[in-house]
């Protein structure tokens, strides 16, 4: 089975950094993937990481470390419309994309 | 703009109703995706499609049910709801291809069940 474990919520400033981790448990890994969903919304993506190491797109990075079974998300340069909920997601299967729990993220003045 | 939509967005209606929630893409995709989502909770997949006349249960239990006739469409049905299938609903597809796989996702679909 699959199984995807994130911390639940983190509060941050305007400007400030924050990480968002997840670690996974799958069988079969064919890459971890990072989805916004602002409330009410509808997910959206945000990055994708097949391989070890950090992807940067724009003010949002992605790490990942296989042999850790781990991976995360770092939010730089955080602005107010960043307070959403964040979610890791691994594919299993044939194209399956299973969910972590999420962890939402309030941006404060 | 968006290429999948999802109808209705939101509806109430009482236990024992047939509901069908609508979800159409235009991007030709020929995968195509349902998950059940609680407030402030995981998405859970409950169908999924790979291509016309294809449909599969997804790792959530559900008694809905879908059909996937033409690829722009993947309808959910539910014979008779019940308070238990209070949710949002959301429709995605992907064109499976190499690579991220991204999923673009419908704006959704809150029953709500009396």
């Known amino acids: 089975g699959q199984s995807l474990e994130q911390p639940s919520e983190v509060t941050a400033v305007e400007g400030a950094i924050v990480q968002i981790n997840c670690t996974y448990q799958t069988s079969g890994f064919y890459g971890l993937s990072w989805y916004q969903q602002h409330d009410g919304g509808a997910p959206t993506f945000l990055s994708y990481n097949a391989l070890d190491g950090l992807e940067e797109t724009g003010r949002f990075s992605s790490f990942l470390s296989r042999s850790d079974s781990y991976g995360y998300l770092l939010l730089q340069e955080l602005q107010m419309k960043d307070s959403a909920s964040y979610f890791c997601a691994t594919f299993y299967g044939n194209n399956r994309l299973a969910f972590g729990k999420g962890n939402q993220v309030v941006v404060i003045p | 703009e968006a290429d999948i939509y999802q109808t209705p967005r939101y509806l109430v209606i009482g236990t024992g109703k047939k509901i069908t929630l609508e979800c159409s893409q235009t991007m030709g995709h020929d995968k195509m995706y349902w998950y059940q989502q609680d407030p402030g909770m995981e998405l859970h997949l409950i169908h999924y499609s790979y291509g016309v006349n294809s449909t599969e249960k997804g790792d959530l239990s559900s008694e809905s049910t879908v059909s996937r006739i033409r690829t722009e469409h993947f309808p959910l049905t539910l014979e008779s709801a019940r308070p238990s299938h209070t949710s949002q609903y959301l429709c995605?597809?992907?064109?499976?291809?190499?690579?991220?796989?991204?999923?673009?996702f419908g704006a959704g679909s809150r029953l709500t069940v009396l």
């Open positions: 995605a597809s992907s064109d499976g291809g190499s690579g991220a796989n991204v999923l673009t």
